[in-house]
Nanobody, 127 residues
Framework: QLQLVESGGGLVQPGGSLRLSCTIS??????IGWFRQAPGKEREFVAA????????YYASSMKGRFTISRDNAKNTVYLQMNSLKPDDTAVYYC??????????????????????WGQGTQVTVSS
């Protein structure tokens, strides 16, 4: 059973930075995605990375501010978040898919692609 645990969330001022971590255990994976969800809103795609790290995908609103990376030696995927805005406030989740051959941003950004989810970590951006 694949398991994922997020960490690194917290309170940060607008314009500040946070780095979230997603630790994966139990199985190999094809890709890891980061999603976020604010109260009353749908879960939103943030970024995704393949196991190899050679393929990355970003939602347009995050591209240029957020960076996803992975360290397979540590079984960890990171989400570096810079220039944070109050609208970035949400619970951030990492998720894993075992499906191979994913090559499109549409697939990578679809919640239905992912079978395993972490518990989430709260990010609050406020002055």
């Amino acid at each position: 059973q694949l398991q994922l645990v997020e960490s690194g969330g917290g309170l940060v001022q607008p314009g500040g930075s946070l780095r979230l971590s997603c630790t994966i255990s139990g199985s190999d994976y094809s890709a890891i995605g980061w999603f976020r969800q604010a109260p009353g809103k749908e879960r939103e795609f943030v970024a995704a990375v393949s196991w190899s790290g050679t393929s990355t995908y970003y939602a347009s609103s995050m591209k240029g501010r957020f960076t996803i990376s992975r360290d397979n030696a540590k079984n960890t995927v990171y989400l570096q978040m810079n220039s944070l805005k109050p609208d970035d406030t949400a619970v951030y989740y990492c998720a894993a898919t075992l499906v191979r051959g994913l090559t499109t941003a549409r697939d990578m950004g679809d919640t239905r692609t992912y079978d395993y989810w972490g518990q989430g970590t709260q990010v609050t951006v406020s002055s």
